[in-house]
């Protein structure tokens, strides 16, 4: 090493400690300012430095090179930490009001019944349950003929009609799409079909002409009553909590056989009794029950191979009792101040 | 169907009390409606004897009755003609209360004092119709109260019964199945008709079935002496109980019996038949009949009619004629028991729009082999009530005996349905228990059917029957463990999804409005023919809505009624409309519709308060398609009949995909709403169909982009479109974007002119553009500009 990068190195070690001292003493923005300037700026003494490199020996460049570049370096990086300690904390003197009000971004919500619909969807489709659907406007075969329910015949009594004409009719349930859904496709079937149903009954606080069902059918060999028991204790389970108990009832419906009401312990007084559930401790859900043979052979399904259940439910029943809702009429107002609670 | 717990005793013991019989019931599948005991309507009345009597001086027709009642002996002012000493009267005395919170007060009547009175059964609430005074047992206490005397607080189970089941439209049906519990068994009233041998049915009355097939079996008797009075106290108790209202003791024998056994009879004044022939015929076209209710029919060739030879007397199941009714003076009674092939009764009863007692267990099927004993059943109660002579044998014209039913039962398929191990010994032992005949043969059993069982057809039928009695709560759940390899939502459920996703997301509220609407308004939203109900509920509810507007609209005035003003709607659903004008075929299309009215976002300290324009749905809904990733659509003038000229049609691919737009002011008019309303309503097959499914990754741009802005000067007449699409022409190297962040009309341009600014973005996927390849694009887009438009450039 020549005298002179020895010399040189010294200086930058002067220096060094010279920009400690001021670093450590400057007090506000113009100290800091006048640091930069005599250490970084472009007229610096460390810029001097680096146009002195053209005036020493080649081989001792790289190594002055060096020594500059990690002087710079820390320099650099102990201004910009001595720069940030000096940044003014916030405003603490300057008063800001953080309790007046934010200004909201508009969010909308989903109508209850689709977000109750949405929750049995979630829960069928994690049991490997498929999502059909079909026509609002249905035909007569469709509804009533290929469920077993002939013309003519007393069972029609349990739906009240809107009809179009001779064939048209708007449908009274989703199970047509039971039936269109087996028409498409052989076993195993294992679908759910919620969607819009209609039925001639004067509006009242249980009672809406325009109504929402999910109708739930699978199909397979081996499939038992059994099964629908458990279909039905899960999705009960998953939809209100892991205490609540079901209970089957035979009933009739046309296009199952045997056919059953299920019923779950009432979810507000947990079946003790109370005015939801009368005091019986049952909340009366829907139907369900074993496909009626006819049925598969309107969809030439083979009845002594395949055997299947299928089930409904009100999705307003289920709405209501989740939210404790006691008029069904609500749902169709579409109060903003209702839907905005969901 | 209603049946009081009295009335089940009288065919079965047991044990348990009201609400455990509904129990019962409801878990063998007679689901239960209400238990409900009769109460009583009146308060301290007393059993009174009446020790004498004499006549009002004034008044004839009244009496003067001394009565005791222990504490004292009183005398009452009565107006009933058959008081007599020694009968047990219930008392009211002053304080008594009497139904309908009426208190008994000391009356004067004609100049007598009356402290009280003595009772009929309707003043009591008791009954409907007996006006005359009720006497009361002689094992009646003097004093005691009444209630205790009549200790009969009926209780009345009432069933929703359903369709399959008309053997329960009688008590001993649904005895039958309480025994069918309990493994007790009923007891059917025993018949000991006392038959003259002076007369013969078959010498009175013939019968002729015309058409079999709607009649297969019909069977009568006749009776003759007989007198037409009130029915006793127990029997209007009874019906009325149940809900039948008594019209006589022939005519409520009928209707006990019907009550007791399902089946449905029907007495005929015997005198007014013409021809003493009965004829079972189909009506002839153009026919007109009158029913007991003073309705006159007009009938139809398929309708079953009974006659007398001449004319028609009954309408065959469903309700009899005016001609032939049970009077007063009636003394020759022709007494039916039929069965009615069901299909035909519910047509008739359809037709007519008539649904009677009798209608409703036709057309369910009555067990036809009960005809007989209900006829007898009613034979010997009428004789016993209203005396007469029954004449010997009764008519049984059978032309289509029903055959027995008989169906192989596997035990194996019971648990292979049922998803348990119910044994043999226990299936024979429920359908033995109600009343199937059965033969087991290994795991085979063959089983009779009853008669009355019109609803077991099939072997599943039977596997129900074994069900429903061994208990479905019986059956062990199955937890379920099965996997599925198909995708649970279907594509077209799950964009229906992203769609209330992002609306939901650019701030709309979901509603859900009824998609039957009035006619007139469907009518307003369509060109198309609307689709009808032949039996709406109302007008307003009598047409399927042809977009989802009108009925969101509805929606928008609740709202705002509630003071609520600013408001943004989203609905997605089904419009229906006939795509020809013959009404032959229709179309069901979904979309999803938007509403949105009032100020944008919501009041707040920083910003001033601003009316939605038609320009905030258009980005609301441009929004939803950048959110889709849909960008191929064209904009046009809308020429909709609801809109005014603030208003656009979209297309994609020249597919009409939807509208936005302005209600017109004459429908703001029809709602009452002063304020704009715009609106939008997109084809969701028809985005769906845009919509791209596998989305592939595009590189970012490695390279900066470079912006320039522009303004210039324009012909006011031009559409920002055309602006954008001269500018995207000739930028076609490098330029990105054109975004409009400024547009000015007035004072500070010349008139007919308007000032656009443009943010233009230029980049270049493999290099980082050099400010000369910029200004070089830049220039010819300026230049297409003046040329094809005509603009001027800005400083």
């Given at each position: 090493m020549t005298q002179q990068l020895k010399e040189i190195l010294e200086k930058l070690d002067d220096l060094k400690k010279k920009f400690l001292k001021d670093i450590s003493e400057a007090k506000n923005d113009t100290d800091l300012e006048n640091i930069r300037i005599q250490y970084l700026g472009r007229k610096s003494e460390i810029a001097a430095f680096f146009n002195l490199m053209g005036k020493i020996h080649s081989d001792e460049r790289p190594e002055m090179g060096k020594h500059l570049n990690i002087l710079k370096k820390y320099v650099q990086e102990t201004f910009d930490n001595a720069a940030e300690q000096l940044k003014p904390k916030a405003t603490s003197h300057e008063f800001f009001d953080i309790s007046l009000p934010g200004i909201p971004a508009s969010v909308g919500t989903k109508h209850p019944l689709n977000q109750v619909l949405d929750e049995i969807k979630e829960i069928f489709a994690s049991l490997g349950f498929t999502i059909e659907d079909g026509p609002e406007l249905e035909t007569d075969y469709y509804n009533f003929e290929a469920l077993n329910i002939p013309e003519n015949h007393p069972s029609r009594d349990l739906q009240d009609t809107f009809y179009i004409n001779e064939k048209l009719l708007l449908r009274t349930h989703t199970s047509p799409v039971q039936i269109r859904t087996m028409e498409r496709m052989s076993p195993p079937v294992r679908m759910i079909a919620p969607g819009k149903c209609y039925r001639k009954d004067a509006p009242d606080a249980t009672h809406s002409p325009v109504f929402h069902q999910v109708e739930g059918l699978c199909v397979d060999e081996g499939i038992t009553f059994a099964d629908l028991k458990g279909v039905i204790t899960a999705f009960a389970r998953k939809l209100f909590g892991a205490n609540v108990k079901i209970r089957f009832r035979p009933s009739f419906f046309p296009f199952t056989e045997p056919s059953a009401e299920y019923d779950f312990s009432c979810v507000m007084c947990n079946g003790k009794g109370c005015s939801v559930c009368k005091g019986s401790g049952w909340l009366e859900i829907s139907g369900a029950g074993m496909v009626d043979p006819a049925v598969f052979n309107f969809v030439g399904y083979d009845s002594e191979k395949y055997t299947g259940y299928a089930f409904g439910m009100g999705v307003e029943r289920i709405a209501m009792l989740k939210y404790q809702i006691d008029d069904i009429r609500i749902f169709y107002e579409n109060d903003l101040r209702f839907l905005n609670q969901f | 169907m209603k049946v009081t717990v009295d009335w089940l005793k009288q065919y079965v013991d047991f044990s348990q009390s009201p609400k455990e019989v509904a129990s019962i019931l409801t878990m063998l599948g007679l689901e239960v409606d209400s238990v409900r005991q009769i109460a009583y309507e009146f308060e301290n009345i007393i059993v009174g004897e009446i020790v004498a009597i004499r006549k009002h001086e004034l008044k004839g027709n009244l009496s003067i009755c001394t009565v005791n009642t222990v504490t004292e002996t009183i005398s009452l002012v009565c107006g009933a003609p058959h008081v007599a000493p020694g009968m047990k009267v219930p008392v009211a005395v002053v304080g008594s209360k009497l139904p309908g919170g009426i208190t008994v007060k000391s009356a004067t009547i004609h100049g007598y004092e009356s402290p009280g009175m003595i009772c009929s059964e309707a003043e009591l609430g008791l009954s409907r119709q007996s006006e005359i005074i009720m006497v009361l047992n002689e094992s009646a206490r003097i004093g005691q109260d009444l209630k205790d005397v009549l200790n009969r607080g009926e209780v009345v189970i009432e069933i929703d019964l359903t369709p399959n089941r008309p053997d329960c439209l009688g008590a001993i049906g649904i005895a039958r199945e309480i025994a069918a519990f309990n493994r007790s068994t009923i007891k059917k009233p025993k018949i000991n008709l006392n038959e003259t041998t002076t007369l013969k049915t078959s010498d009175v009355i013939n019968v002729i079935i015309e058409n079999p097939e709607s009649c297969p079996r019909y069977t009568a008797r006749y009776l003759e002496?007989?007198?037409?009075?009130?029915?006793?106290?127990?029997?209007?108790?009874?019906?009325?109980?149940?809900?039948?209202?008594?019209?006589?003791?022939?005519?409520?024998?009928?209707?006990?019996?019907?009550?007791?056994?399902?089946?449905?009879?029907?007495?005929?004044?015997?005198?007014?038949?013409?021809?003493?022939?009965?004829?079972?015929?189909?009506?002839?076209?153009?026919?007109?009949?009158?029913?007991?209710?003073?309705?006159?029919?007009?009938?139809?060739?398929?309708?079953?009619?009974?006659?007398?030879?001449?004319?028609?007397?009954?309408?065959?199941?469903?309700?009899?004629?005016?001609?032939?009714?049970?009077?007063?003076?009636?003394?020759?009674?022709?007494?039916?028991?039929?069965?009615?092939?069901?299909?035909?009764?519910?047509?008739?009863?359809?037709?007519?729009?008539?649904?009677?007692?009798?209608?409703?267990?036709?057309?369910?099927?009555?067990?036809?082999?009960?005809?007989?004993?209900?006829?007898?059943?009613?034979?010997?109660?009428?004789?016993?009530?209203?005396?007469?002579?029954?004449?010997?044998?009764?008519?049984?014209?059978?032309?289509?005996?029903?055959?027995?039913?008989?169906?192989?039962?596997?035990?194996?398929?019971?648990?292979?349905?049922?998803?348990?191990?119910?044994?043999?010994?226990?299936?024979?032992?429920?359908?033995?228990?109600?009343?199937?005949?059965?033969?087991?043969?290994?795991?085979?059993?063959?089983?009779?059917?009853?008669?009355?069982?019109?609803?077991?057809?099939?072997e599943v039928d039977l596997i129900e029957e074994v069900a429903r009695v061994y208990g479905f709560n019986r059956i062990v759940e199955k937890s379920y463990s099965l996997i599925s390899l198909s995708q649970s939502a279907k594509k077209e459920e799950r964009f229906s999804q992203l769609l209330r996703n992002i609306s939901v997301g650019i701030g709309y509220n979901e509603v859900l409005t009824q998609s039957l609407i009035n006619g007139k308004w469907a009518e307003k939203f369509t060109d198309n023919p609307c689709v009808r109900l032949k039996n709406p509920l109302s007008e307003d509810l009598g047409t399927l809505r042809t977009s989802l507007i009108p009925g969101m609209l509805q929606i928008i005035k609740w709202n705002k009624n509630r003071y609520i003003n600013d408001q943004r709607l989203f609905e997605l659903g089904h419009i229906f409309y006939w795509s020809d004008p013959n009404q032959s075929a229709h179309c069901e299309e979904q979309k999803i519709a938007f509403i949105r009215i009032g100020n944008t976002g919501q009041i707040n300290w920083l910003s001033a308060p601003r009316a939605s324009t038609f320009y905030d749905l258009k980005g609301d809904v441009l929004s939803l398609f950048e959110q889709l990733k849909i960008s191929n659509f064209q904009f046009s003038n809308a020429e909709l009949k609801f809109l005014d000229n603030q208003s656009l049609e979209l297309s994609i691919k020249q597919t009409k995909a939807g509208y936005i737009g302005r209600l017109t002011p004459e429908l703001l008019e029809k709602l009452d709403i002063q304020e704009d309303i715009f609106v939008a309503e997109l084809d969701i097959t028809t985005l769906f169909q845009n919509y791209t499914w596998d989305k592939k990754f595009h590189p970012i741009p490695r390279y900066p982009a470079t912006k320039r802005d522009i303004s210039l000067l324009i012909d006011e007449q031009i559409p920002i479109q055309k602006v954008e699409e001269v500018i995207k022409l000739a930028g076609n190297q490098f330029l990105k974007s054109a975004r409009l962040f400024d547009y000015y009309k007035g004072k500070q341009v010349s008139q007919n002119k308007k000032s656009l600014t443009f943010s233009l973005i230029f980049f270049s996927t493999d290099r980082t553009l050099t400010e000369k390849e910029v200004d070089s694009e830049l220039e010819s887009i300026i230049q297409s500009l003046k040329s094809t438009l005509n603009a001027q450039l800005r400083a």
């Amino acid at each position: 090493m020549t005298q002179q990068l020895k010399e040189i190195l010294e200086k930058l070690d002067d220096l060094k400690k010279k920009f400690l001292k001021d670093i450590s003493e400057a007090k506000n923005d113009t100290d800091l300012e006048n640091i930069r300037i005599q250490y970084l700026g472009r007229k610096s003494e460390i810029a001097a430095f680096f146009n002195l490199m053209g005036k020493i020996h080649s081989d001792e460049r790289p190594e002055m090179g060096k020594h500059l570049n990690i002087l710079k370096k820390y320099v650099q990086e102990t201004f910009d930490n001595a720069a940030e300690q000096l940044k003014p904390k916030a405003t603490s003197h300057e008063f800001f009001d953080i309790s007046l009000p934010g200004i909201p971004a508009s969010v909308g919500t989903k109508h209850p019944l689709n977000q109750v619909l949405d929750e049995i969807k979630e829960i069928f489709a994690s049991l490997g349950f498929t999502i059909e659907d079909g026509p609002e406007l249905e035909t007569d075969y469709y509804n009533f003929e290929a469920l077993n329910i002939p013309e003519n015949h007393p069972s029609r009594d349990l739906q009240d009609t809107f009809y179009i004409n001779e064939k048209l009719l708007l449908r009274t349930h989703t199970s047509p799409v039971q039936i269109r859904t087996m028409e498409r496709m052989s076993p195993p079937v294992r679908m759910i079909a919620p969607g819009k149903c209609y039925r001639k009954d004067a509006p009242d606080a249980t009672h809406s002409p325009v109504f929402h069902q999910v109708e739930g059918l699978c199909v397979d060999e081996g499939i038992t009553f059994a099964d629908l028991k458990g279909v039905i204790t899960a999705f009960a389970r998953k939809l209100f909590g892991a205490n609540v108990k079901i209970r089957f009832r035979p009933s009739f419906f046309p296009f199952t056989e045997p056919s059953a009401e299920y019923d779950f312990s009432c979810v507000m007084c947990n079946g003790k009794g109370c005015s939801v559930c009368k005091g019986s401790g049952w909340l009366e859900i829907s139907g369900a029950g074993m496909v009626d043979p006819a049925v598969f052979n309107f969809v030439g399904y083979d009845s002594e191979k395949y055997t299947g259940y299928a089930f409904g439910m009100g999705v307003e029943r289920i709405a209501m009792l989740k939210y404790q809702i006691d008029d069904i009429r609500i749902f169709y107002e579409n109060d903003l101040r209702f839907l905005n609670q969901f | 169907m209603k049946v009081t717990v009295d009335w089940l005793k009288q065919y079965v013991d047991f044990s348990q009390s009201p609400k455990e019989v509904a129990s019962i019931l409801t878990m063998l599948g007679l689901e239960v409606d209400s238990v409900r005991q009769i109460a009583y309507e009146f308060e301290n009345i007393i059993v009174g004897e009446i020790v004498a009597i004499r006549k009002h001086e004034l008044k004839g027709n009244l009496s003067i009755c001394t009565v005791n009642t222990v504490t004292e002996t009183i005398s009452l002012v009565c107006g009933a003609p058959h008081v007599a000493p020694g009968m047990k009267v219930p008392v009211a005395v002053v304080g008594s209360k009497l139904p309908g919170g009426i208190t008994v007060k000391s009356a004067t009547i004609h100049g007598y004092e009356s402290p009280g009175m003595i009772c009929s059964e309707a003043e009591l609430g008791l009954s409907r119709q007996s006006e005359i005074i009720m006497v009361l047992n002689e094992s009646a206490r003097i004093g005691q109260d009444l209630k205790d005397v009549l200790n009969r607080g009926e209780v009345v189970i009432e069933i929703d019964l359903t369709p399959n089941r008309p053997d329960c439209l009688g008590a001993i049906g649904i005895a039958r199945e309480i025994a069918a519990f309990n493994r007790s068994t009923i007891k059917k009233p025993k018949i000991n008709l006392n038959e003259t041998t002076t007369l013969k049915t078959s010498d009175v009355i013939n019968v002729i079935i015309e058409n079999p097939e709607s009649c297969p079996r019909y069977t009568a008797r006749y009776l003759e002496g007989i007198k037409i009075s009130h029915s006793p106290h127990w029997l209007i108790k009874k019906l009325e109980a149940v809900g039948l209202r008594s019209i006589n003791n022939v005519v409520d024998v009928t209707n006990f019996v019907m009550m007791e056994t399902g089946q449905p009879l029907h007495a005929f004044d015997y005198d007014q038949l013409k021809k003493k022939t009965i004829v079972v015929r189909h009506a002839k076209g153009g026919e007109t009949f009158t029913t007991l209710d003073e309705k006159e029919h007009s009938l139809s060739n398929q309708m079953l009619m009974i006659c007398d030879g001449e004319k028609p007397v009954a309408l065959a199941g469903v309700m009899g004629g005016l001609n032939s009714e049970i009077s007063n003076s009636t003394t020759r009674v022709l007494l039916e028991s039929a069965y009615f092939t069901p299909s035909n009764i519910r047509k008739t009863a359809k037709t007519l729009g008539i649904s009677s007692d009798s209608s409703q267990r036709f057309e369910r099927g009555v067990d036809p082999d009960g005809l007989i004993y209900a006829l007898d059943r009613a034979s010997q109660l009428i004789q016993e009530l209203a005396g007469g002579k029954i004449a010997q044998g009764c008519i049984d014209c059978n032309p289509r005996p029903f055959e027995k039913r008989a169906i192989k039962l596997r035990v194996d398929r019971i648990n292979q349905l049922l998803g348990a191990a119910i044994p043999v010994a226990e299936v024979v032992d429920i359908l033995e228990r109600l009343e199937f005949k059965t033969t087991a043969n290994k795991n085979i059993i063959d089983v009779q059917i009853p008669s009355f069982r019109v609803d077991i057809e099939r072997e599943v039928d039977l596997i129900e029957e074994v069900a429903r009695v061994y208990g479905f709560n019986r059956i062990v759940e199955k937890s379920y463990s099965l996997i599925s390899l198909s995708q649970s939502a279907k594509k077209e459920e799950r964009f229906s999804q992203l769609l209330r996703n992002i609306s939901v997301g650019i701030g709309y509220n979901e509603v859900l409005t009824q998609s039957l609407i009035n006619g007139k308004w469907a009518e307003k939203f369509t060109d198309n023919p609307c689709v009808r109900l032949k039996n709406p509920l109302s007008e307003d509810l009598g047409t399927l809505r042809t977009s989802l507007i009108p009925g969101m609209l509805q929606i928008i005035k609740w709202n705002k009624n509630r003071y609520i003003n600013d408001q943004r709607l989203f609905e997605l659903g089904h419009i229906f409309y006939w795509s020809d004008p013959n009404q032959s075929a229709h179309c069901e299309e979904q979309k999803i519709a938007f509403i949105r009215i009032g100020n944008t976002g919501q009041i707040n300290w920083l910003s001033a308060p601003r009316a939605s324009t038609f320009y905030d749905l258009k980005g609301d809904v441009l929004s939803l398609f950048e959110q889709l990733k849909i960008s191929n659509f064209q904009f046009s003038n809308a020429e909709l009949k609801f809109l005014d000229n603030q208003s656009l049609e979209l297309s994609i691919k020249q597919t009409k995909a939807g509208y936005i737009g302005r209600l017109t002011p004459e429908l703001l008019e029809k709602l009452d709403i002063q304020e704009d309303i715009f609106v939008a309503e997109l084809d969701i097959t028809t985005l769906f169909q845009n919509y791209t499914w596998d989305k592939k990754f595009h590189p970012i741009p490695r390279y900066p982009a470079t912006k320039r802005d522009i303004s210039l000067l324009i012909d006011e007449q031009i559409p920002i479109q055309k602006v954008e699409e001269v500018i995207k022409l000739a930028g076609n190297q490098f330029l990105k974007s054109a975004r409009l962040f400024d547009y000015y009309k007035g004072k500070q341009v010349s008139q007919n002119k308007k000032s656009l600014t443009f943010s233009l973005i230029f980049f270049s996927t493999d290099r980082t553009l050099t400010e000369k390849e910029v200004d070089s694009e830049l220039e010819s887009i300026i230049q297409s500009l003046k040329s094809t438009l005509n603009a001027q450039l800005r400083a």
